[in-house]
């Protein structure tokens, strides 16, 4: 039965990888051929620039598994001399992490400590990404250029779990994280197809939401905590497949990393729509100052009192 469960989970992942693949493929298609439209030098700079682009993108897992060394699976068991084998092994390899250098290793205490250390970082590491993708998607709103955002924010957040653990993914590991980060990329292309009209007529009410920019403003946060909490999840798994000191059952861990992205949605969500609303703001008072100015520049002219 277990078997048969992986077989059908590498299955989907793969599903997965090759329908996104093919999504790539045409949305790149429509987005040079509207370049093209403009200018065809243009056009080929745009086809060029995205071959760069999903080069460096599809090059970071074969960076990192060639690179990195693999991630040392824990004993069933925490005690006992297999375990006693594996922190030596984990405690040699935390002395090559340059992110523990000065940080003392002698005991399971410091090694405890140590893990946290890194911990922290990648916490930090995986709430930058999530307010970038989060701000990013927000002004962007275009499905075709969220894809690009979100693909390349959770690749180099991949990219950075790994270094800060200074160990990389087992290869089954690879595929079901990369399956998740593709799916992710294909939910936040088609967050433009979905109608937050009514969605938030019902959050907010009709009255608030016929608020002259309000629409624009909601369907901006709506858009970004969506993809901020996609990624935060992406961040999550792959921290614990880089970090994990205890064997963790895969649906255990999703949903422990699903717990932890909405944990930290909330704050990420409130600082970014307090930029969002602060730029809006000052955008608003900016295009204010510009008319009144040409108001009163025109009234000069034509010598109205």
Known sequence: MPTTIKKIA???????LILFVL???????QIVQSARAVNRGFGNGVLWGLVLTYGVV?????????RLPKRMPPPVAAEGAEYDHFMADLKRRLARNPRLRGIPLNSRIDIDAALQTLDKQADNTVASAASTVFLSTAVLQSGRLDVLVVL??????VWQMAHIYNQRPSLRDFVQLYANVASTAL?????????LDVLIGTVFGSTIAAIPG????????LTGAANAFLTLRVGMIAKEYCHCTVPVEK???RRAATLRAARLLGSIVRDGSAKLSKAAVTASKQKFREKLH????AEGATGIR
């Open 10 to 16: 590498t299955l989907l992942a793969s599903f997965i």
């Open 23 to 29: 999504f790539v493929f045409n949305q790149t298609v």
């Open 58 to 66: 599809l090059g970071a897992p074969f960076v990192l598994w060639f």
């Open 152 to 157: 390349v924010a959770q690749t180099r957040l």
């Open 187 to 195: 939910v936040a292309a088609g967050m433009e197809d979905v109608d």
């Open 214 to 221: 309000m629409h624009l403003l909601t369907s901006s946060i």
């Open 251 to 253: 649906a255990g861990l």
């Open 294 to 297: 040409w108001f009163t520049r």
